[in-house]
């Protein structure tokens, strides 16, 4: 299996292998993305086939930007990934630093307590988040999804962050301490800078399945005003299910955000699952 | 040590970092998980909540209106388990042993490009999948036309006995940039100094593969078996997304997170029951509790570590 590339004949099964499986991989968002620019006629004819003068058509991004509210969705999810995000790194970050920083009594618990929702999903305890939220008046409110998403990304945060803040010089520490730097100020100024590569990763990491995540907008903020764009996407789909034009136009708005970010961040992503996959 | 660990005075400064990440974890995570399974414990009767013990779990395993639903569920969930550890996992270990090979050309772009389904929504994967695979659209059976098995296709998604693996295979397809990238770098991180010595004493090509290189990756495999079981165990989008909640057709698709959905929220008719739905909640709970532990206790025991 392991294919050595000496021979030329190794080296052809290996790509061949590799682009037959690549384009397993893309084929499905191509022919997504590609129809959603033909019309009606040409999607059902020809489905395989590149739009020409003939057959392109954006009357489905037509009838998207119509029906659907896609600005207010995209804005919602933009502020809830945003807002999720900045708490997770920042709270992850200084809860890392206690962990990893200080020896106290019960610091290898506070450790193990924080890494337990690194495998036990919050999805588990939905029934309960829906109380809390209906008695916190926060139902269909962006701010509950916020809340629910910091808590989620906060475990692998703490985790991943403070395996790289053991890395960070103990001298230099020690010499903002004996300048008379406070505690906050070596965390903020000295070691927060220094880390920034691994708060990278873990936005990324953290970021992904807050956007795409279906669950908890449908259950705690399915109102109109309040619906991100996985959701709104989804219920679009569901009331357009035979406008064919609208759907594919639909799903290529859905794809193109993540896959810009994705094309963006796609180094630091993979360099981060194999940088902690090594461990 | 740090230096302000020898003074005897309070040291706020570590309950002000710690405060902020350990109150939303716990008010948010770890007090619904714990609030969850203690509903299960209740009952609402008159709207007042009636302590009954187990009287909720053994109506979800025995009275037959809740039972053929749960084990239903449970069974599909565990198939669909089935499905990922022996399609997912083999592609992705075979993908990352062609990738880490040296001197390959275009590694990186390969990559790039079979990691895309994973970022994508449950929406996309989900409807885009149903779209390609309808019968009235016709791609799936033109596709198979041009390499002449035709005859092969099914509305796989629309009959009860392929629903529930197109789905799995569909889940697979997305999620294999997963184990492929944890596998690569697990390969790539096997000294160089190992594959030497092992091409001195003669393993090269295949047996090098099976004779010091899986045994390396082991640990790597481990990590990926229990991800891929709680996120099984877990998952609901997919299935949502392309069948609804019903999880159709007749509920051959129906695991265990369509099942809390609709138990818990309701769907057309039937009505929401909290503490029902805590109840299949805790069970979810507990099996992956369970499939964490069985991991952390005794795969993990087992399976020798090598430093380099």
Not at chain 1, 148 to 174: N, R
Not at chain 1, 240 to 256: D, E, H, K, P, R
Not at chain 2, 117 to 145: C, E, H, N, Q, R
């Amino acid at each position: 299996m392991s294919i050595a590339t000496h021979s030329p004949v190794r080296s052809i099964a290996a790509h061949a292998i590799l682009i037959a499986y690549t384009a397993i991989a893309l084929f499905p968002v191509l022919v997504i993305v590609v129809n959603s620019f033909k019309t009606r006629n040409a999607i059902f004819r020809s489905p395989l086939s590149l739009p020409d003068a003939e057959t392109f058509s954006l009357i489905g991004y037509q009838t998207v930007w119509a029906q659907g509210d896609f600005i207010l969705y995209f804005q919602n999810s933009l502020v809830v990934t945003v807002a999720s995000l900045a708490l997770v790194l920042l709270f992850g970050a200084m809860a890392a630093f206690a962990l990893s920083e200080y020896r106290f009594r019960g610091n290898t618990l506070m450790g193990l307590y924080l890494a337990l929702g690194i495998m036990i999903p919050i999805r588990l305890g939905t029934v309960a988040i829906l109380q809390l939220m209906v008695a916190s008046g926060l139902v269909n409110t962006l701010t509950a999804l916020i809340l629910v998403y910091t808590a989620q990304g906060l475990p692998l945060a703490v985790f991943i962050l403070s395996e790289f803040m053991q890395q960070v010089s103990k001298d230099l520490k020690d010499a903002g301490r004996i300048d008379g730097l406070s505690e906050y100020h070596i965390f903020f100024r000295l070691v927060l800078p220094l880390v920034r590569p691994a708060m990278a990763t873990v936005a990324v990491f953290t970021m992904i399945p807050i956007w795409n995540d279906l669950w908890f907008p449908l259950i705690l903020a399915p109102a109109e005003e309040t619906k991100t764009v996985t959701l709104g996407a989804q219920v679009f789909i569901g009331q357009f299910v035979t406008n064919w034009n609208a759907v594919l136009s639909a799903l290529s708005l859905a794809i193109l955000p993540v896959l810009v970010l994705y094309v963006i961040f796609s180094r630091q992503l993979i360099r981060g699952i194999t940088a902690g996959a090594v461990k | 040590m740090s230096i302000s660990s020898e003074k005897p005075t309070v040291r706020w400064h570590i309950g002000v970092f710690l405060a902020p990440a350990v109150l939303i974890y716990t008010a948010v995570m770890i007090l619904p998980l714990f609030g969850t399974l203690q509903l299960s414990f209740f009952r609402m009767i008159d709207r007042e909540a009636v302590f009954v013990g187990l009287e909720n779990f053994r109506t979800l395993f025995f009275d037959p209106r809740w039972s053929a639903s749960f084990w239903n569920a449970l069974g599909n969930n565990t198939w669909f388990f089935i499905i990922h550890m022996l399609v997912q996992n083999p592609i992705g270990i075979l993908l990352a042993a062609i990738l880490s090979s040296p001197r390959l050309r275009l590694a990186s772009a390969y990559r790039t490009a079979i990691f895309i389904p994973t970022i994508l929504s449950f929406v996309i994967v989900g409807f885009g999948w149903k779209l390609i695979l309808s019968p009235i659209w016709g791609v799936a059976p033109s596709i198979l036309d041009a390499v002449g098995l035709k005859m092969l296709f099914a509305p796989w998604l629309g009959k009860e006995e392929y629903a529930l693996t197109t789905l799995s295979l569909i889940s697979v397809w997305q999620f294999v940039g997963i184990p492929m990238m944890l596998i690569y770098a697990a390969l790539l991180s096997i000294p160089d100094d190992i594959i030497e010595a092992a091409e001195c004493d003669g393993v090269t090509g295949m047996s090098q593969f099976w004779k010091v290189k899986l045994p390396l990756i082991l640990p790597s495999i481990g990590i990926i078996s229990v991800l891929t079981f709680v996120a099984n165990f877990n998952a609901f989008d997919l299935i949502y997304s392309a069948q609804g909640a019903l999880a159709g057709p007749n509920y051959a698709t129906d695991i265990l997170g369509t099942f809390l959905y609709r138990t818990f929220f309701g769907f057309q008719l039937q009505i929401g029951d909290a503490s029902m739905g805590s109840t299949i909640a805790s069970i979810m709970f507990l099996i992956i509790l369970a499939g964490v532990c069985f991991y952390l206790f005794i795969i993990q025991r087992r399976l020798r570590r090598y430093q380099f």
